[in-house]
């Protein structure tokens, strides 16, 4: 026991941030040794030993004898891409407590220190490319939802919430269930070792929620992947069979008489800008313009948080990712990048996506509240909106409010209620919704879902829609060899929400997919072979409760490779068949050779619609990923009625020549040709370069162009070839480009405490690279400054 005490402070010492080889990991721990918790051997129940003063300093060096009493987290087991087997690279994490905080101290040990990827970058950007360990804290030990904590070799951080059954929306870039948004306040350093590499964490209390009592349990895992094998180890064993992650957690048990101090933040920011844009032909630029806001959280309880927003800033937000618009029928979804409406979101979300606060354009103010009473989470956002998506009359504005409330029931289920307003200022329109929501989890690998809503919509002129209903249910199995969905999805034609995002209205959707994997053996090269069957059909809300047909369905089988190295290919082939609706057509003419005009036919069912994709990932190099997307695809021509064919390729390049040096190139090409005649109907060129040096963990210049080049031929009618007219006119030839640059100075040295400098601009023209053929539309200057206060 001296032995294991004395060799348990002999640690590294001297890193660089750049990850230099500089000192040595402390040698193991025996699991004899009472504070020993082997993961492999079922030791989940951690008694933390509690320290009055660690006198510690977040270093990441592991040098202090308050590590030496900590306990110990040993015998990590892998979970992908084969479960169970002991971890091919031992991890030992330390963990011990105070009053005010949580400690965990990590030794990742690596046979090839040499190879470790370790690299900085911005927060919540970085890790993921590197190798990391992530610690989770279950606070109210309910197995529903966890604070993630990541850190990578050199101790840069990204954190969110882990939320069981969360519904992953478009553009999230996640495959997880974590919701990244939310940012806390906590310390942590690392360093590599020619053993490896350690680091520290120090998590106060008054960053989390948790229960008020006097002696509590936290639910508690710590994940790890090494990245360039793509292997992930955990410390409390994992398995695909459950389809809880966090009902598989350890404890930390017997944790007593936690007092944090009472939350209270105030984050003043000042920003100046000076904004150009084009008028009535003429290049303006505007004056200078000095504002000031304010952001403020306070502790209701210590489960319960007020956050409120002045005059919000958000121009530090990095501009969205164009999306090929061309041939699309429902509005694309652009995910929400404003900090203060994603702290706390998560309590809002819901199977159907009825809160989407990107609906809130241009807040001038707004409140929210949001935590846990008991075994209610609730959840409260108003804000107002200066320049609403739609206006009802003279007014100029909007208020909304959304209410959310809902309740944990027995192992990891959940039932709750949302209410959403959004009325126009002064009287007069609004749109309201109501939806209550289940989540039973059983027999540990069944998730049953369902949601019911109605929408109640006034334009202000007297008379209000009736009851317009939105229903969903689904069952999922899952598994780590098998599983499977099934779902059917209804929204009534006339349902609204100009709070959220429901881009298909009026139709009915039935889906099911079946999917099964096969493991290869440990070392092989090919380590998981996926195969997914998936079926999706759609009607016409009134034609599926008459008994109608589909007007479009699909069936797709996807096999999946898995390689050793980090690397996947997908391969998507797919089969399926569209209707064209009247009612989509009903403003069509054709315009016949006399100058007349004539009925536009409707032509027959698209049948027998087939796709092939390949959508390839790899890590070349541990400089060098690759990833990208090629499609092979026949579609409709939604605005001719018309076959198409589609080759669609989009290739993604990030390099990481230097430690701190990181470049992202991607291109998406698109061309549509008419099935018909194989005359061109569109083509689309997105070519987007983004760069990034990281000068400290926390200073960063940033640098994104971005063009978008697009043309279109003249509508024509796919059986006489004529012209068509939509609404009285023809639709002639098109194109048209626009060209992006974005460059951001920013340092932030913790959340809510940032400075930084930043310009824009936008031109658009001819479609060409060459920006003499553009004009200036949009430009500005942008300064600020923001600190936050926590007392």
């Not at 001297?14 to 500089?22: E, F, M, S």
């Not at 553009?171 to 269930?177: D, E, I």
């Not at 690397?567 to 057509?585: C, H, K, N, Q, V």
Request: glycine share 10%.
């Amino acid at each position: 026991m001296i032995a294991n005490l004395l060799t348990a402070v002999l640690v590294a010492t001297g890193a660089t941030p750049q990850g230099g080889i500089t000192g040595s990991i402390a040698g193991r721990i025996e699991p004899s040794d009472p504070l020993v918790f082997s993961g492999r051997q079922g030791q989940l129940q951690v008694n933390v030993p509690r320290l009055d003063d660690p006198g510690l300093r977040i270093d990441g060096r592991l040098d202090e004898e308050a590590w030496a009493t900590a306990a110990v987290l040993t015998d990590f087991s892998q979970y992908e891409p084969v479960e169970g087997i002991p971890s091919t690279e031992a991890t030992e994490i330390r963990v011990f407590y105070t009053s005010d905080a949580m400690y965990f101290g990590v030794r990742a040990f690596d046979r090839e220190p040499e190879l470790i990827l370790a690299r900085l970058g911005e927060r919540d950007r970085a890790v993921f490319g590197d190798d990391w360990v992530r610690i989770m804290l279950d606070t109210f030990d309910d197995q529903r939802q966890a604070y993630v904590f990541y850190v990578n070799p050199l101790g840069l951080q990204t954190d969110g919430l882990w939320i069981e059954g969360m519904e992953r929306r478009p553009g999230s870039g996640s495959s997880v269930s974590i919701d990244f948004n939310p940012d806390f306040i906590w310390d942590s350093d690392g360093r590599v070792t020619d053993e490896g590499w350690t680091a520290e964490l120090k998590i106060p209390y008054v960053s989390l929620r948790f229960r008020q009592v006097p002696l509590q349990d936290w639910g508690v895992n710590v994940t790890r992947e090494v990245k360039r094998r793509g292997f992930k180890q955990a410390w409390a064993p994992l398995t695909r069979n459950v389809s809880s992650t966090l009902a598989q957690s350890g404890r930390l048990v017997g944790l007593r008489d936690l007092k944090p101090r009472r939350l209270v933040e105030i984050n003043p920011v000042s920003t100046g800008k000076r904004a150009g844009r084009e008028v009535d032909g003429q290049f303006v630029r505007e004056n200078v313009e000095l504002e000031f806001g304010m952001n403020a959280r306070y502790g209701i309880t210590r489960n319960l948080v007020l956050d409120a927003t002045f005059n919000p800033d958000f121009s530090q937000i990095e501009a969205d990712a164009n999306q090929i618009t061309v041939n699309e029928r429902f509005a694309l979804y652009f995910p929400e990048k404003r900090p203060f409406f994603l702290e706390g979101t998560e309590i809002f979300r819901t199977p159907r996506n009825l809160v989407h606060t990107r609906q809130i354009a241009d807040p001038s103010g707004g409140a929210k509240v949001t935590g846990k009473i008991g075994s209610f989470n609730v959840g409260y956002l108003g804000a107002l909106d200066d320049a609403p998506k739609t206006l009802y009359g003279d007014s100029s504005s909007a208020v909304f409010n959304l209410l959310r409330l809902r309740r944990d029931i027995g192992s990891g289920s959940t039932v709750g209620l949302l209410y959403t307003d959004r009325t126009v200022a002064g009287g007069g329109g609004f749109n309201r919704v109501l939806a209550g929501d289940v989540r039973l989890l059983f027999s540990g690998r069944y998730t049953f879902t369902t949601q019911f809503a109605g929408s109640w919509t006034s334009a202000g002129l007297g008379e209000t829609t009736r009851l317009q209903p939105l229903m969903l249910a689904s069952l999922e199995r899952s598994g780590r060899t098998f599983g499977f969905q099934v779902k059917f999805d209804d929204v009534h034609p006339e349902f609204r929400t100009e709070s959220g995002f429901i881009p298909r209205v009026g139709d009915t959707e039935t889906f099911g997919t079946v999917r099964a994997t096969r493991f290869g053996k440990p070392g092989s090269t090919l380590e998981q072979l996926g195969i997914e069957v998936r079926g999706d059909a759609f009607f016409d809300h009134d034609e599926f409760w008459d008994g109608g047909s589909p007007f479009e369905a699909e069936i797709e089988l996807q096999p999946t490779l898995s390689f050793k190295g980090d690397r996947s290919l997908a391969i998507i082939l797919r089969d399926g068949f569209f209707r064209f609706r009247p009612e989509d057509y009903e403003t069509y003419e054709v315009l016949g050779a006399n100058g007349d005009t004539i009925p536009f036919t409707i032509p027959e069912s698209l049948n027998h619609l087939k796709a092939l994709a390949f959508i390839p990932r790899a890590r070349v190099t541990n400089q060098i990923q690759a990833n990208g997307r090629i499609y092979f695809r026949e579609i409709p021509i939604y605005d001719e009625a018309a076959r198409g064919f589609e080759v669609q390729i989009a290739p993604d390049i990030t390099l990481r020549p230097t430690t701190a040096l990181q470049v992202s190139l991607s291109h998406t090409y698109s061309r549509l040709w008419r099935r018909r005649d194989q005359s061109v109907y569109s083509t689309v060129n997105i070519p987007r370069l983004r760069t990034q040096y990281q000068f400290g963990k926390s200073l960063f210049l940033r640098a994104v162009v971005q063009y978008e080049l697009e043309e279109r031929s003249a509508l024509r009618d796919p059986t006489t070839e004529l012209p068509l007219v939509i609404s009285g006119s023809a639709v002639d030839r098109s194109e048209a480009g626009t060209f992006q640059a974005q460059f951001l100075l920013s340092y932030e040295p913790s959340p809510g405490t940032i400075f930084f400098i930043g310009y824009t601009r936008l031109e658009a023209g001819e479609r060409s690279y060459r920006l003499s053929r553009m004009d200036p539309t949009e430009d500005g200057l942008f300064v600020k400054l923001s600190y936050l206060f926590r007392l």
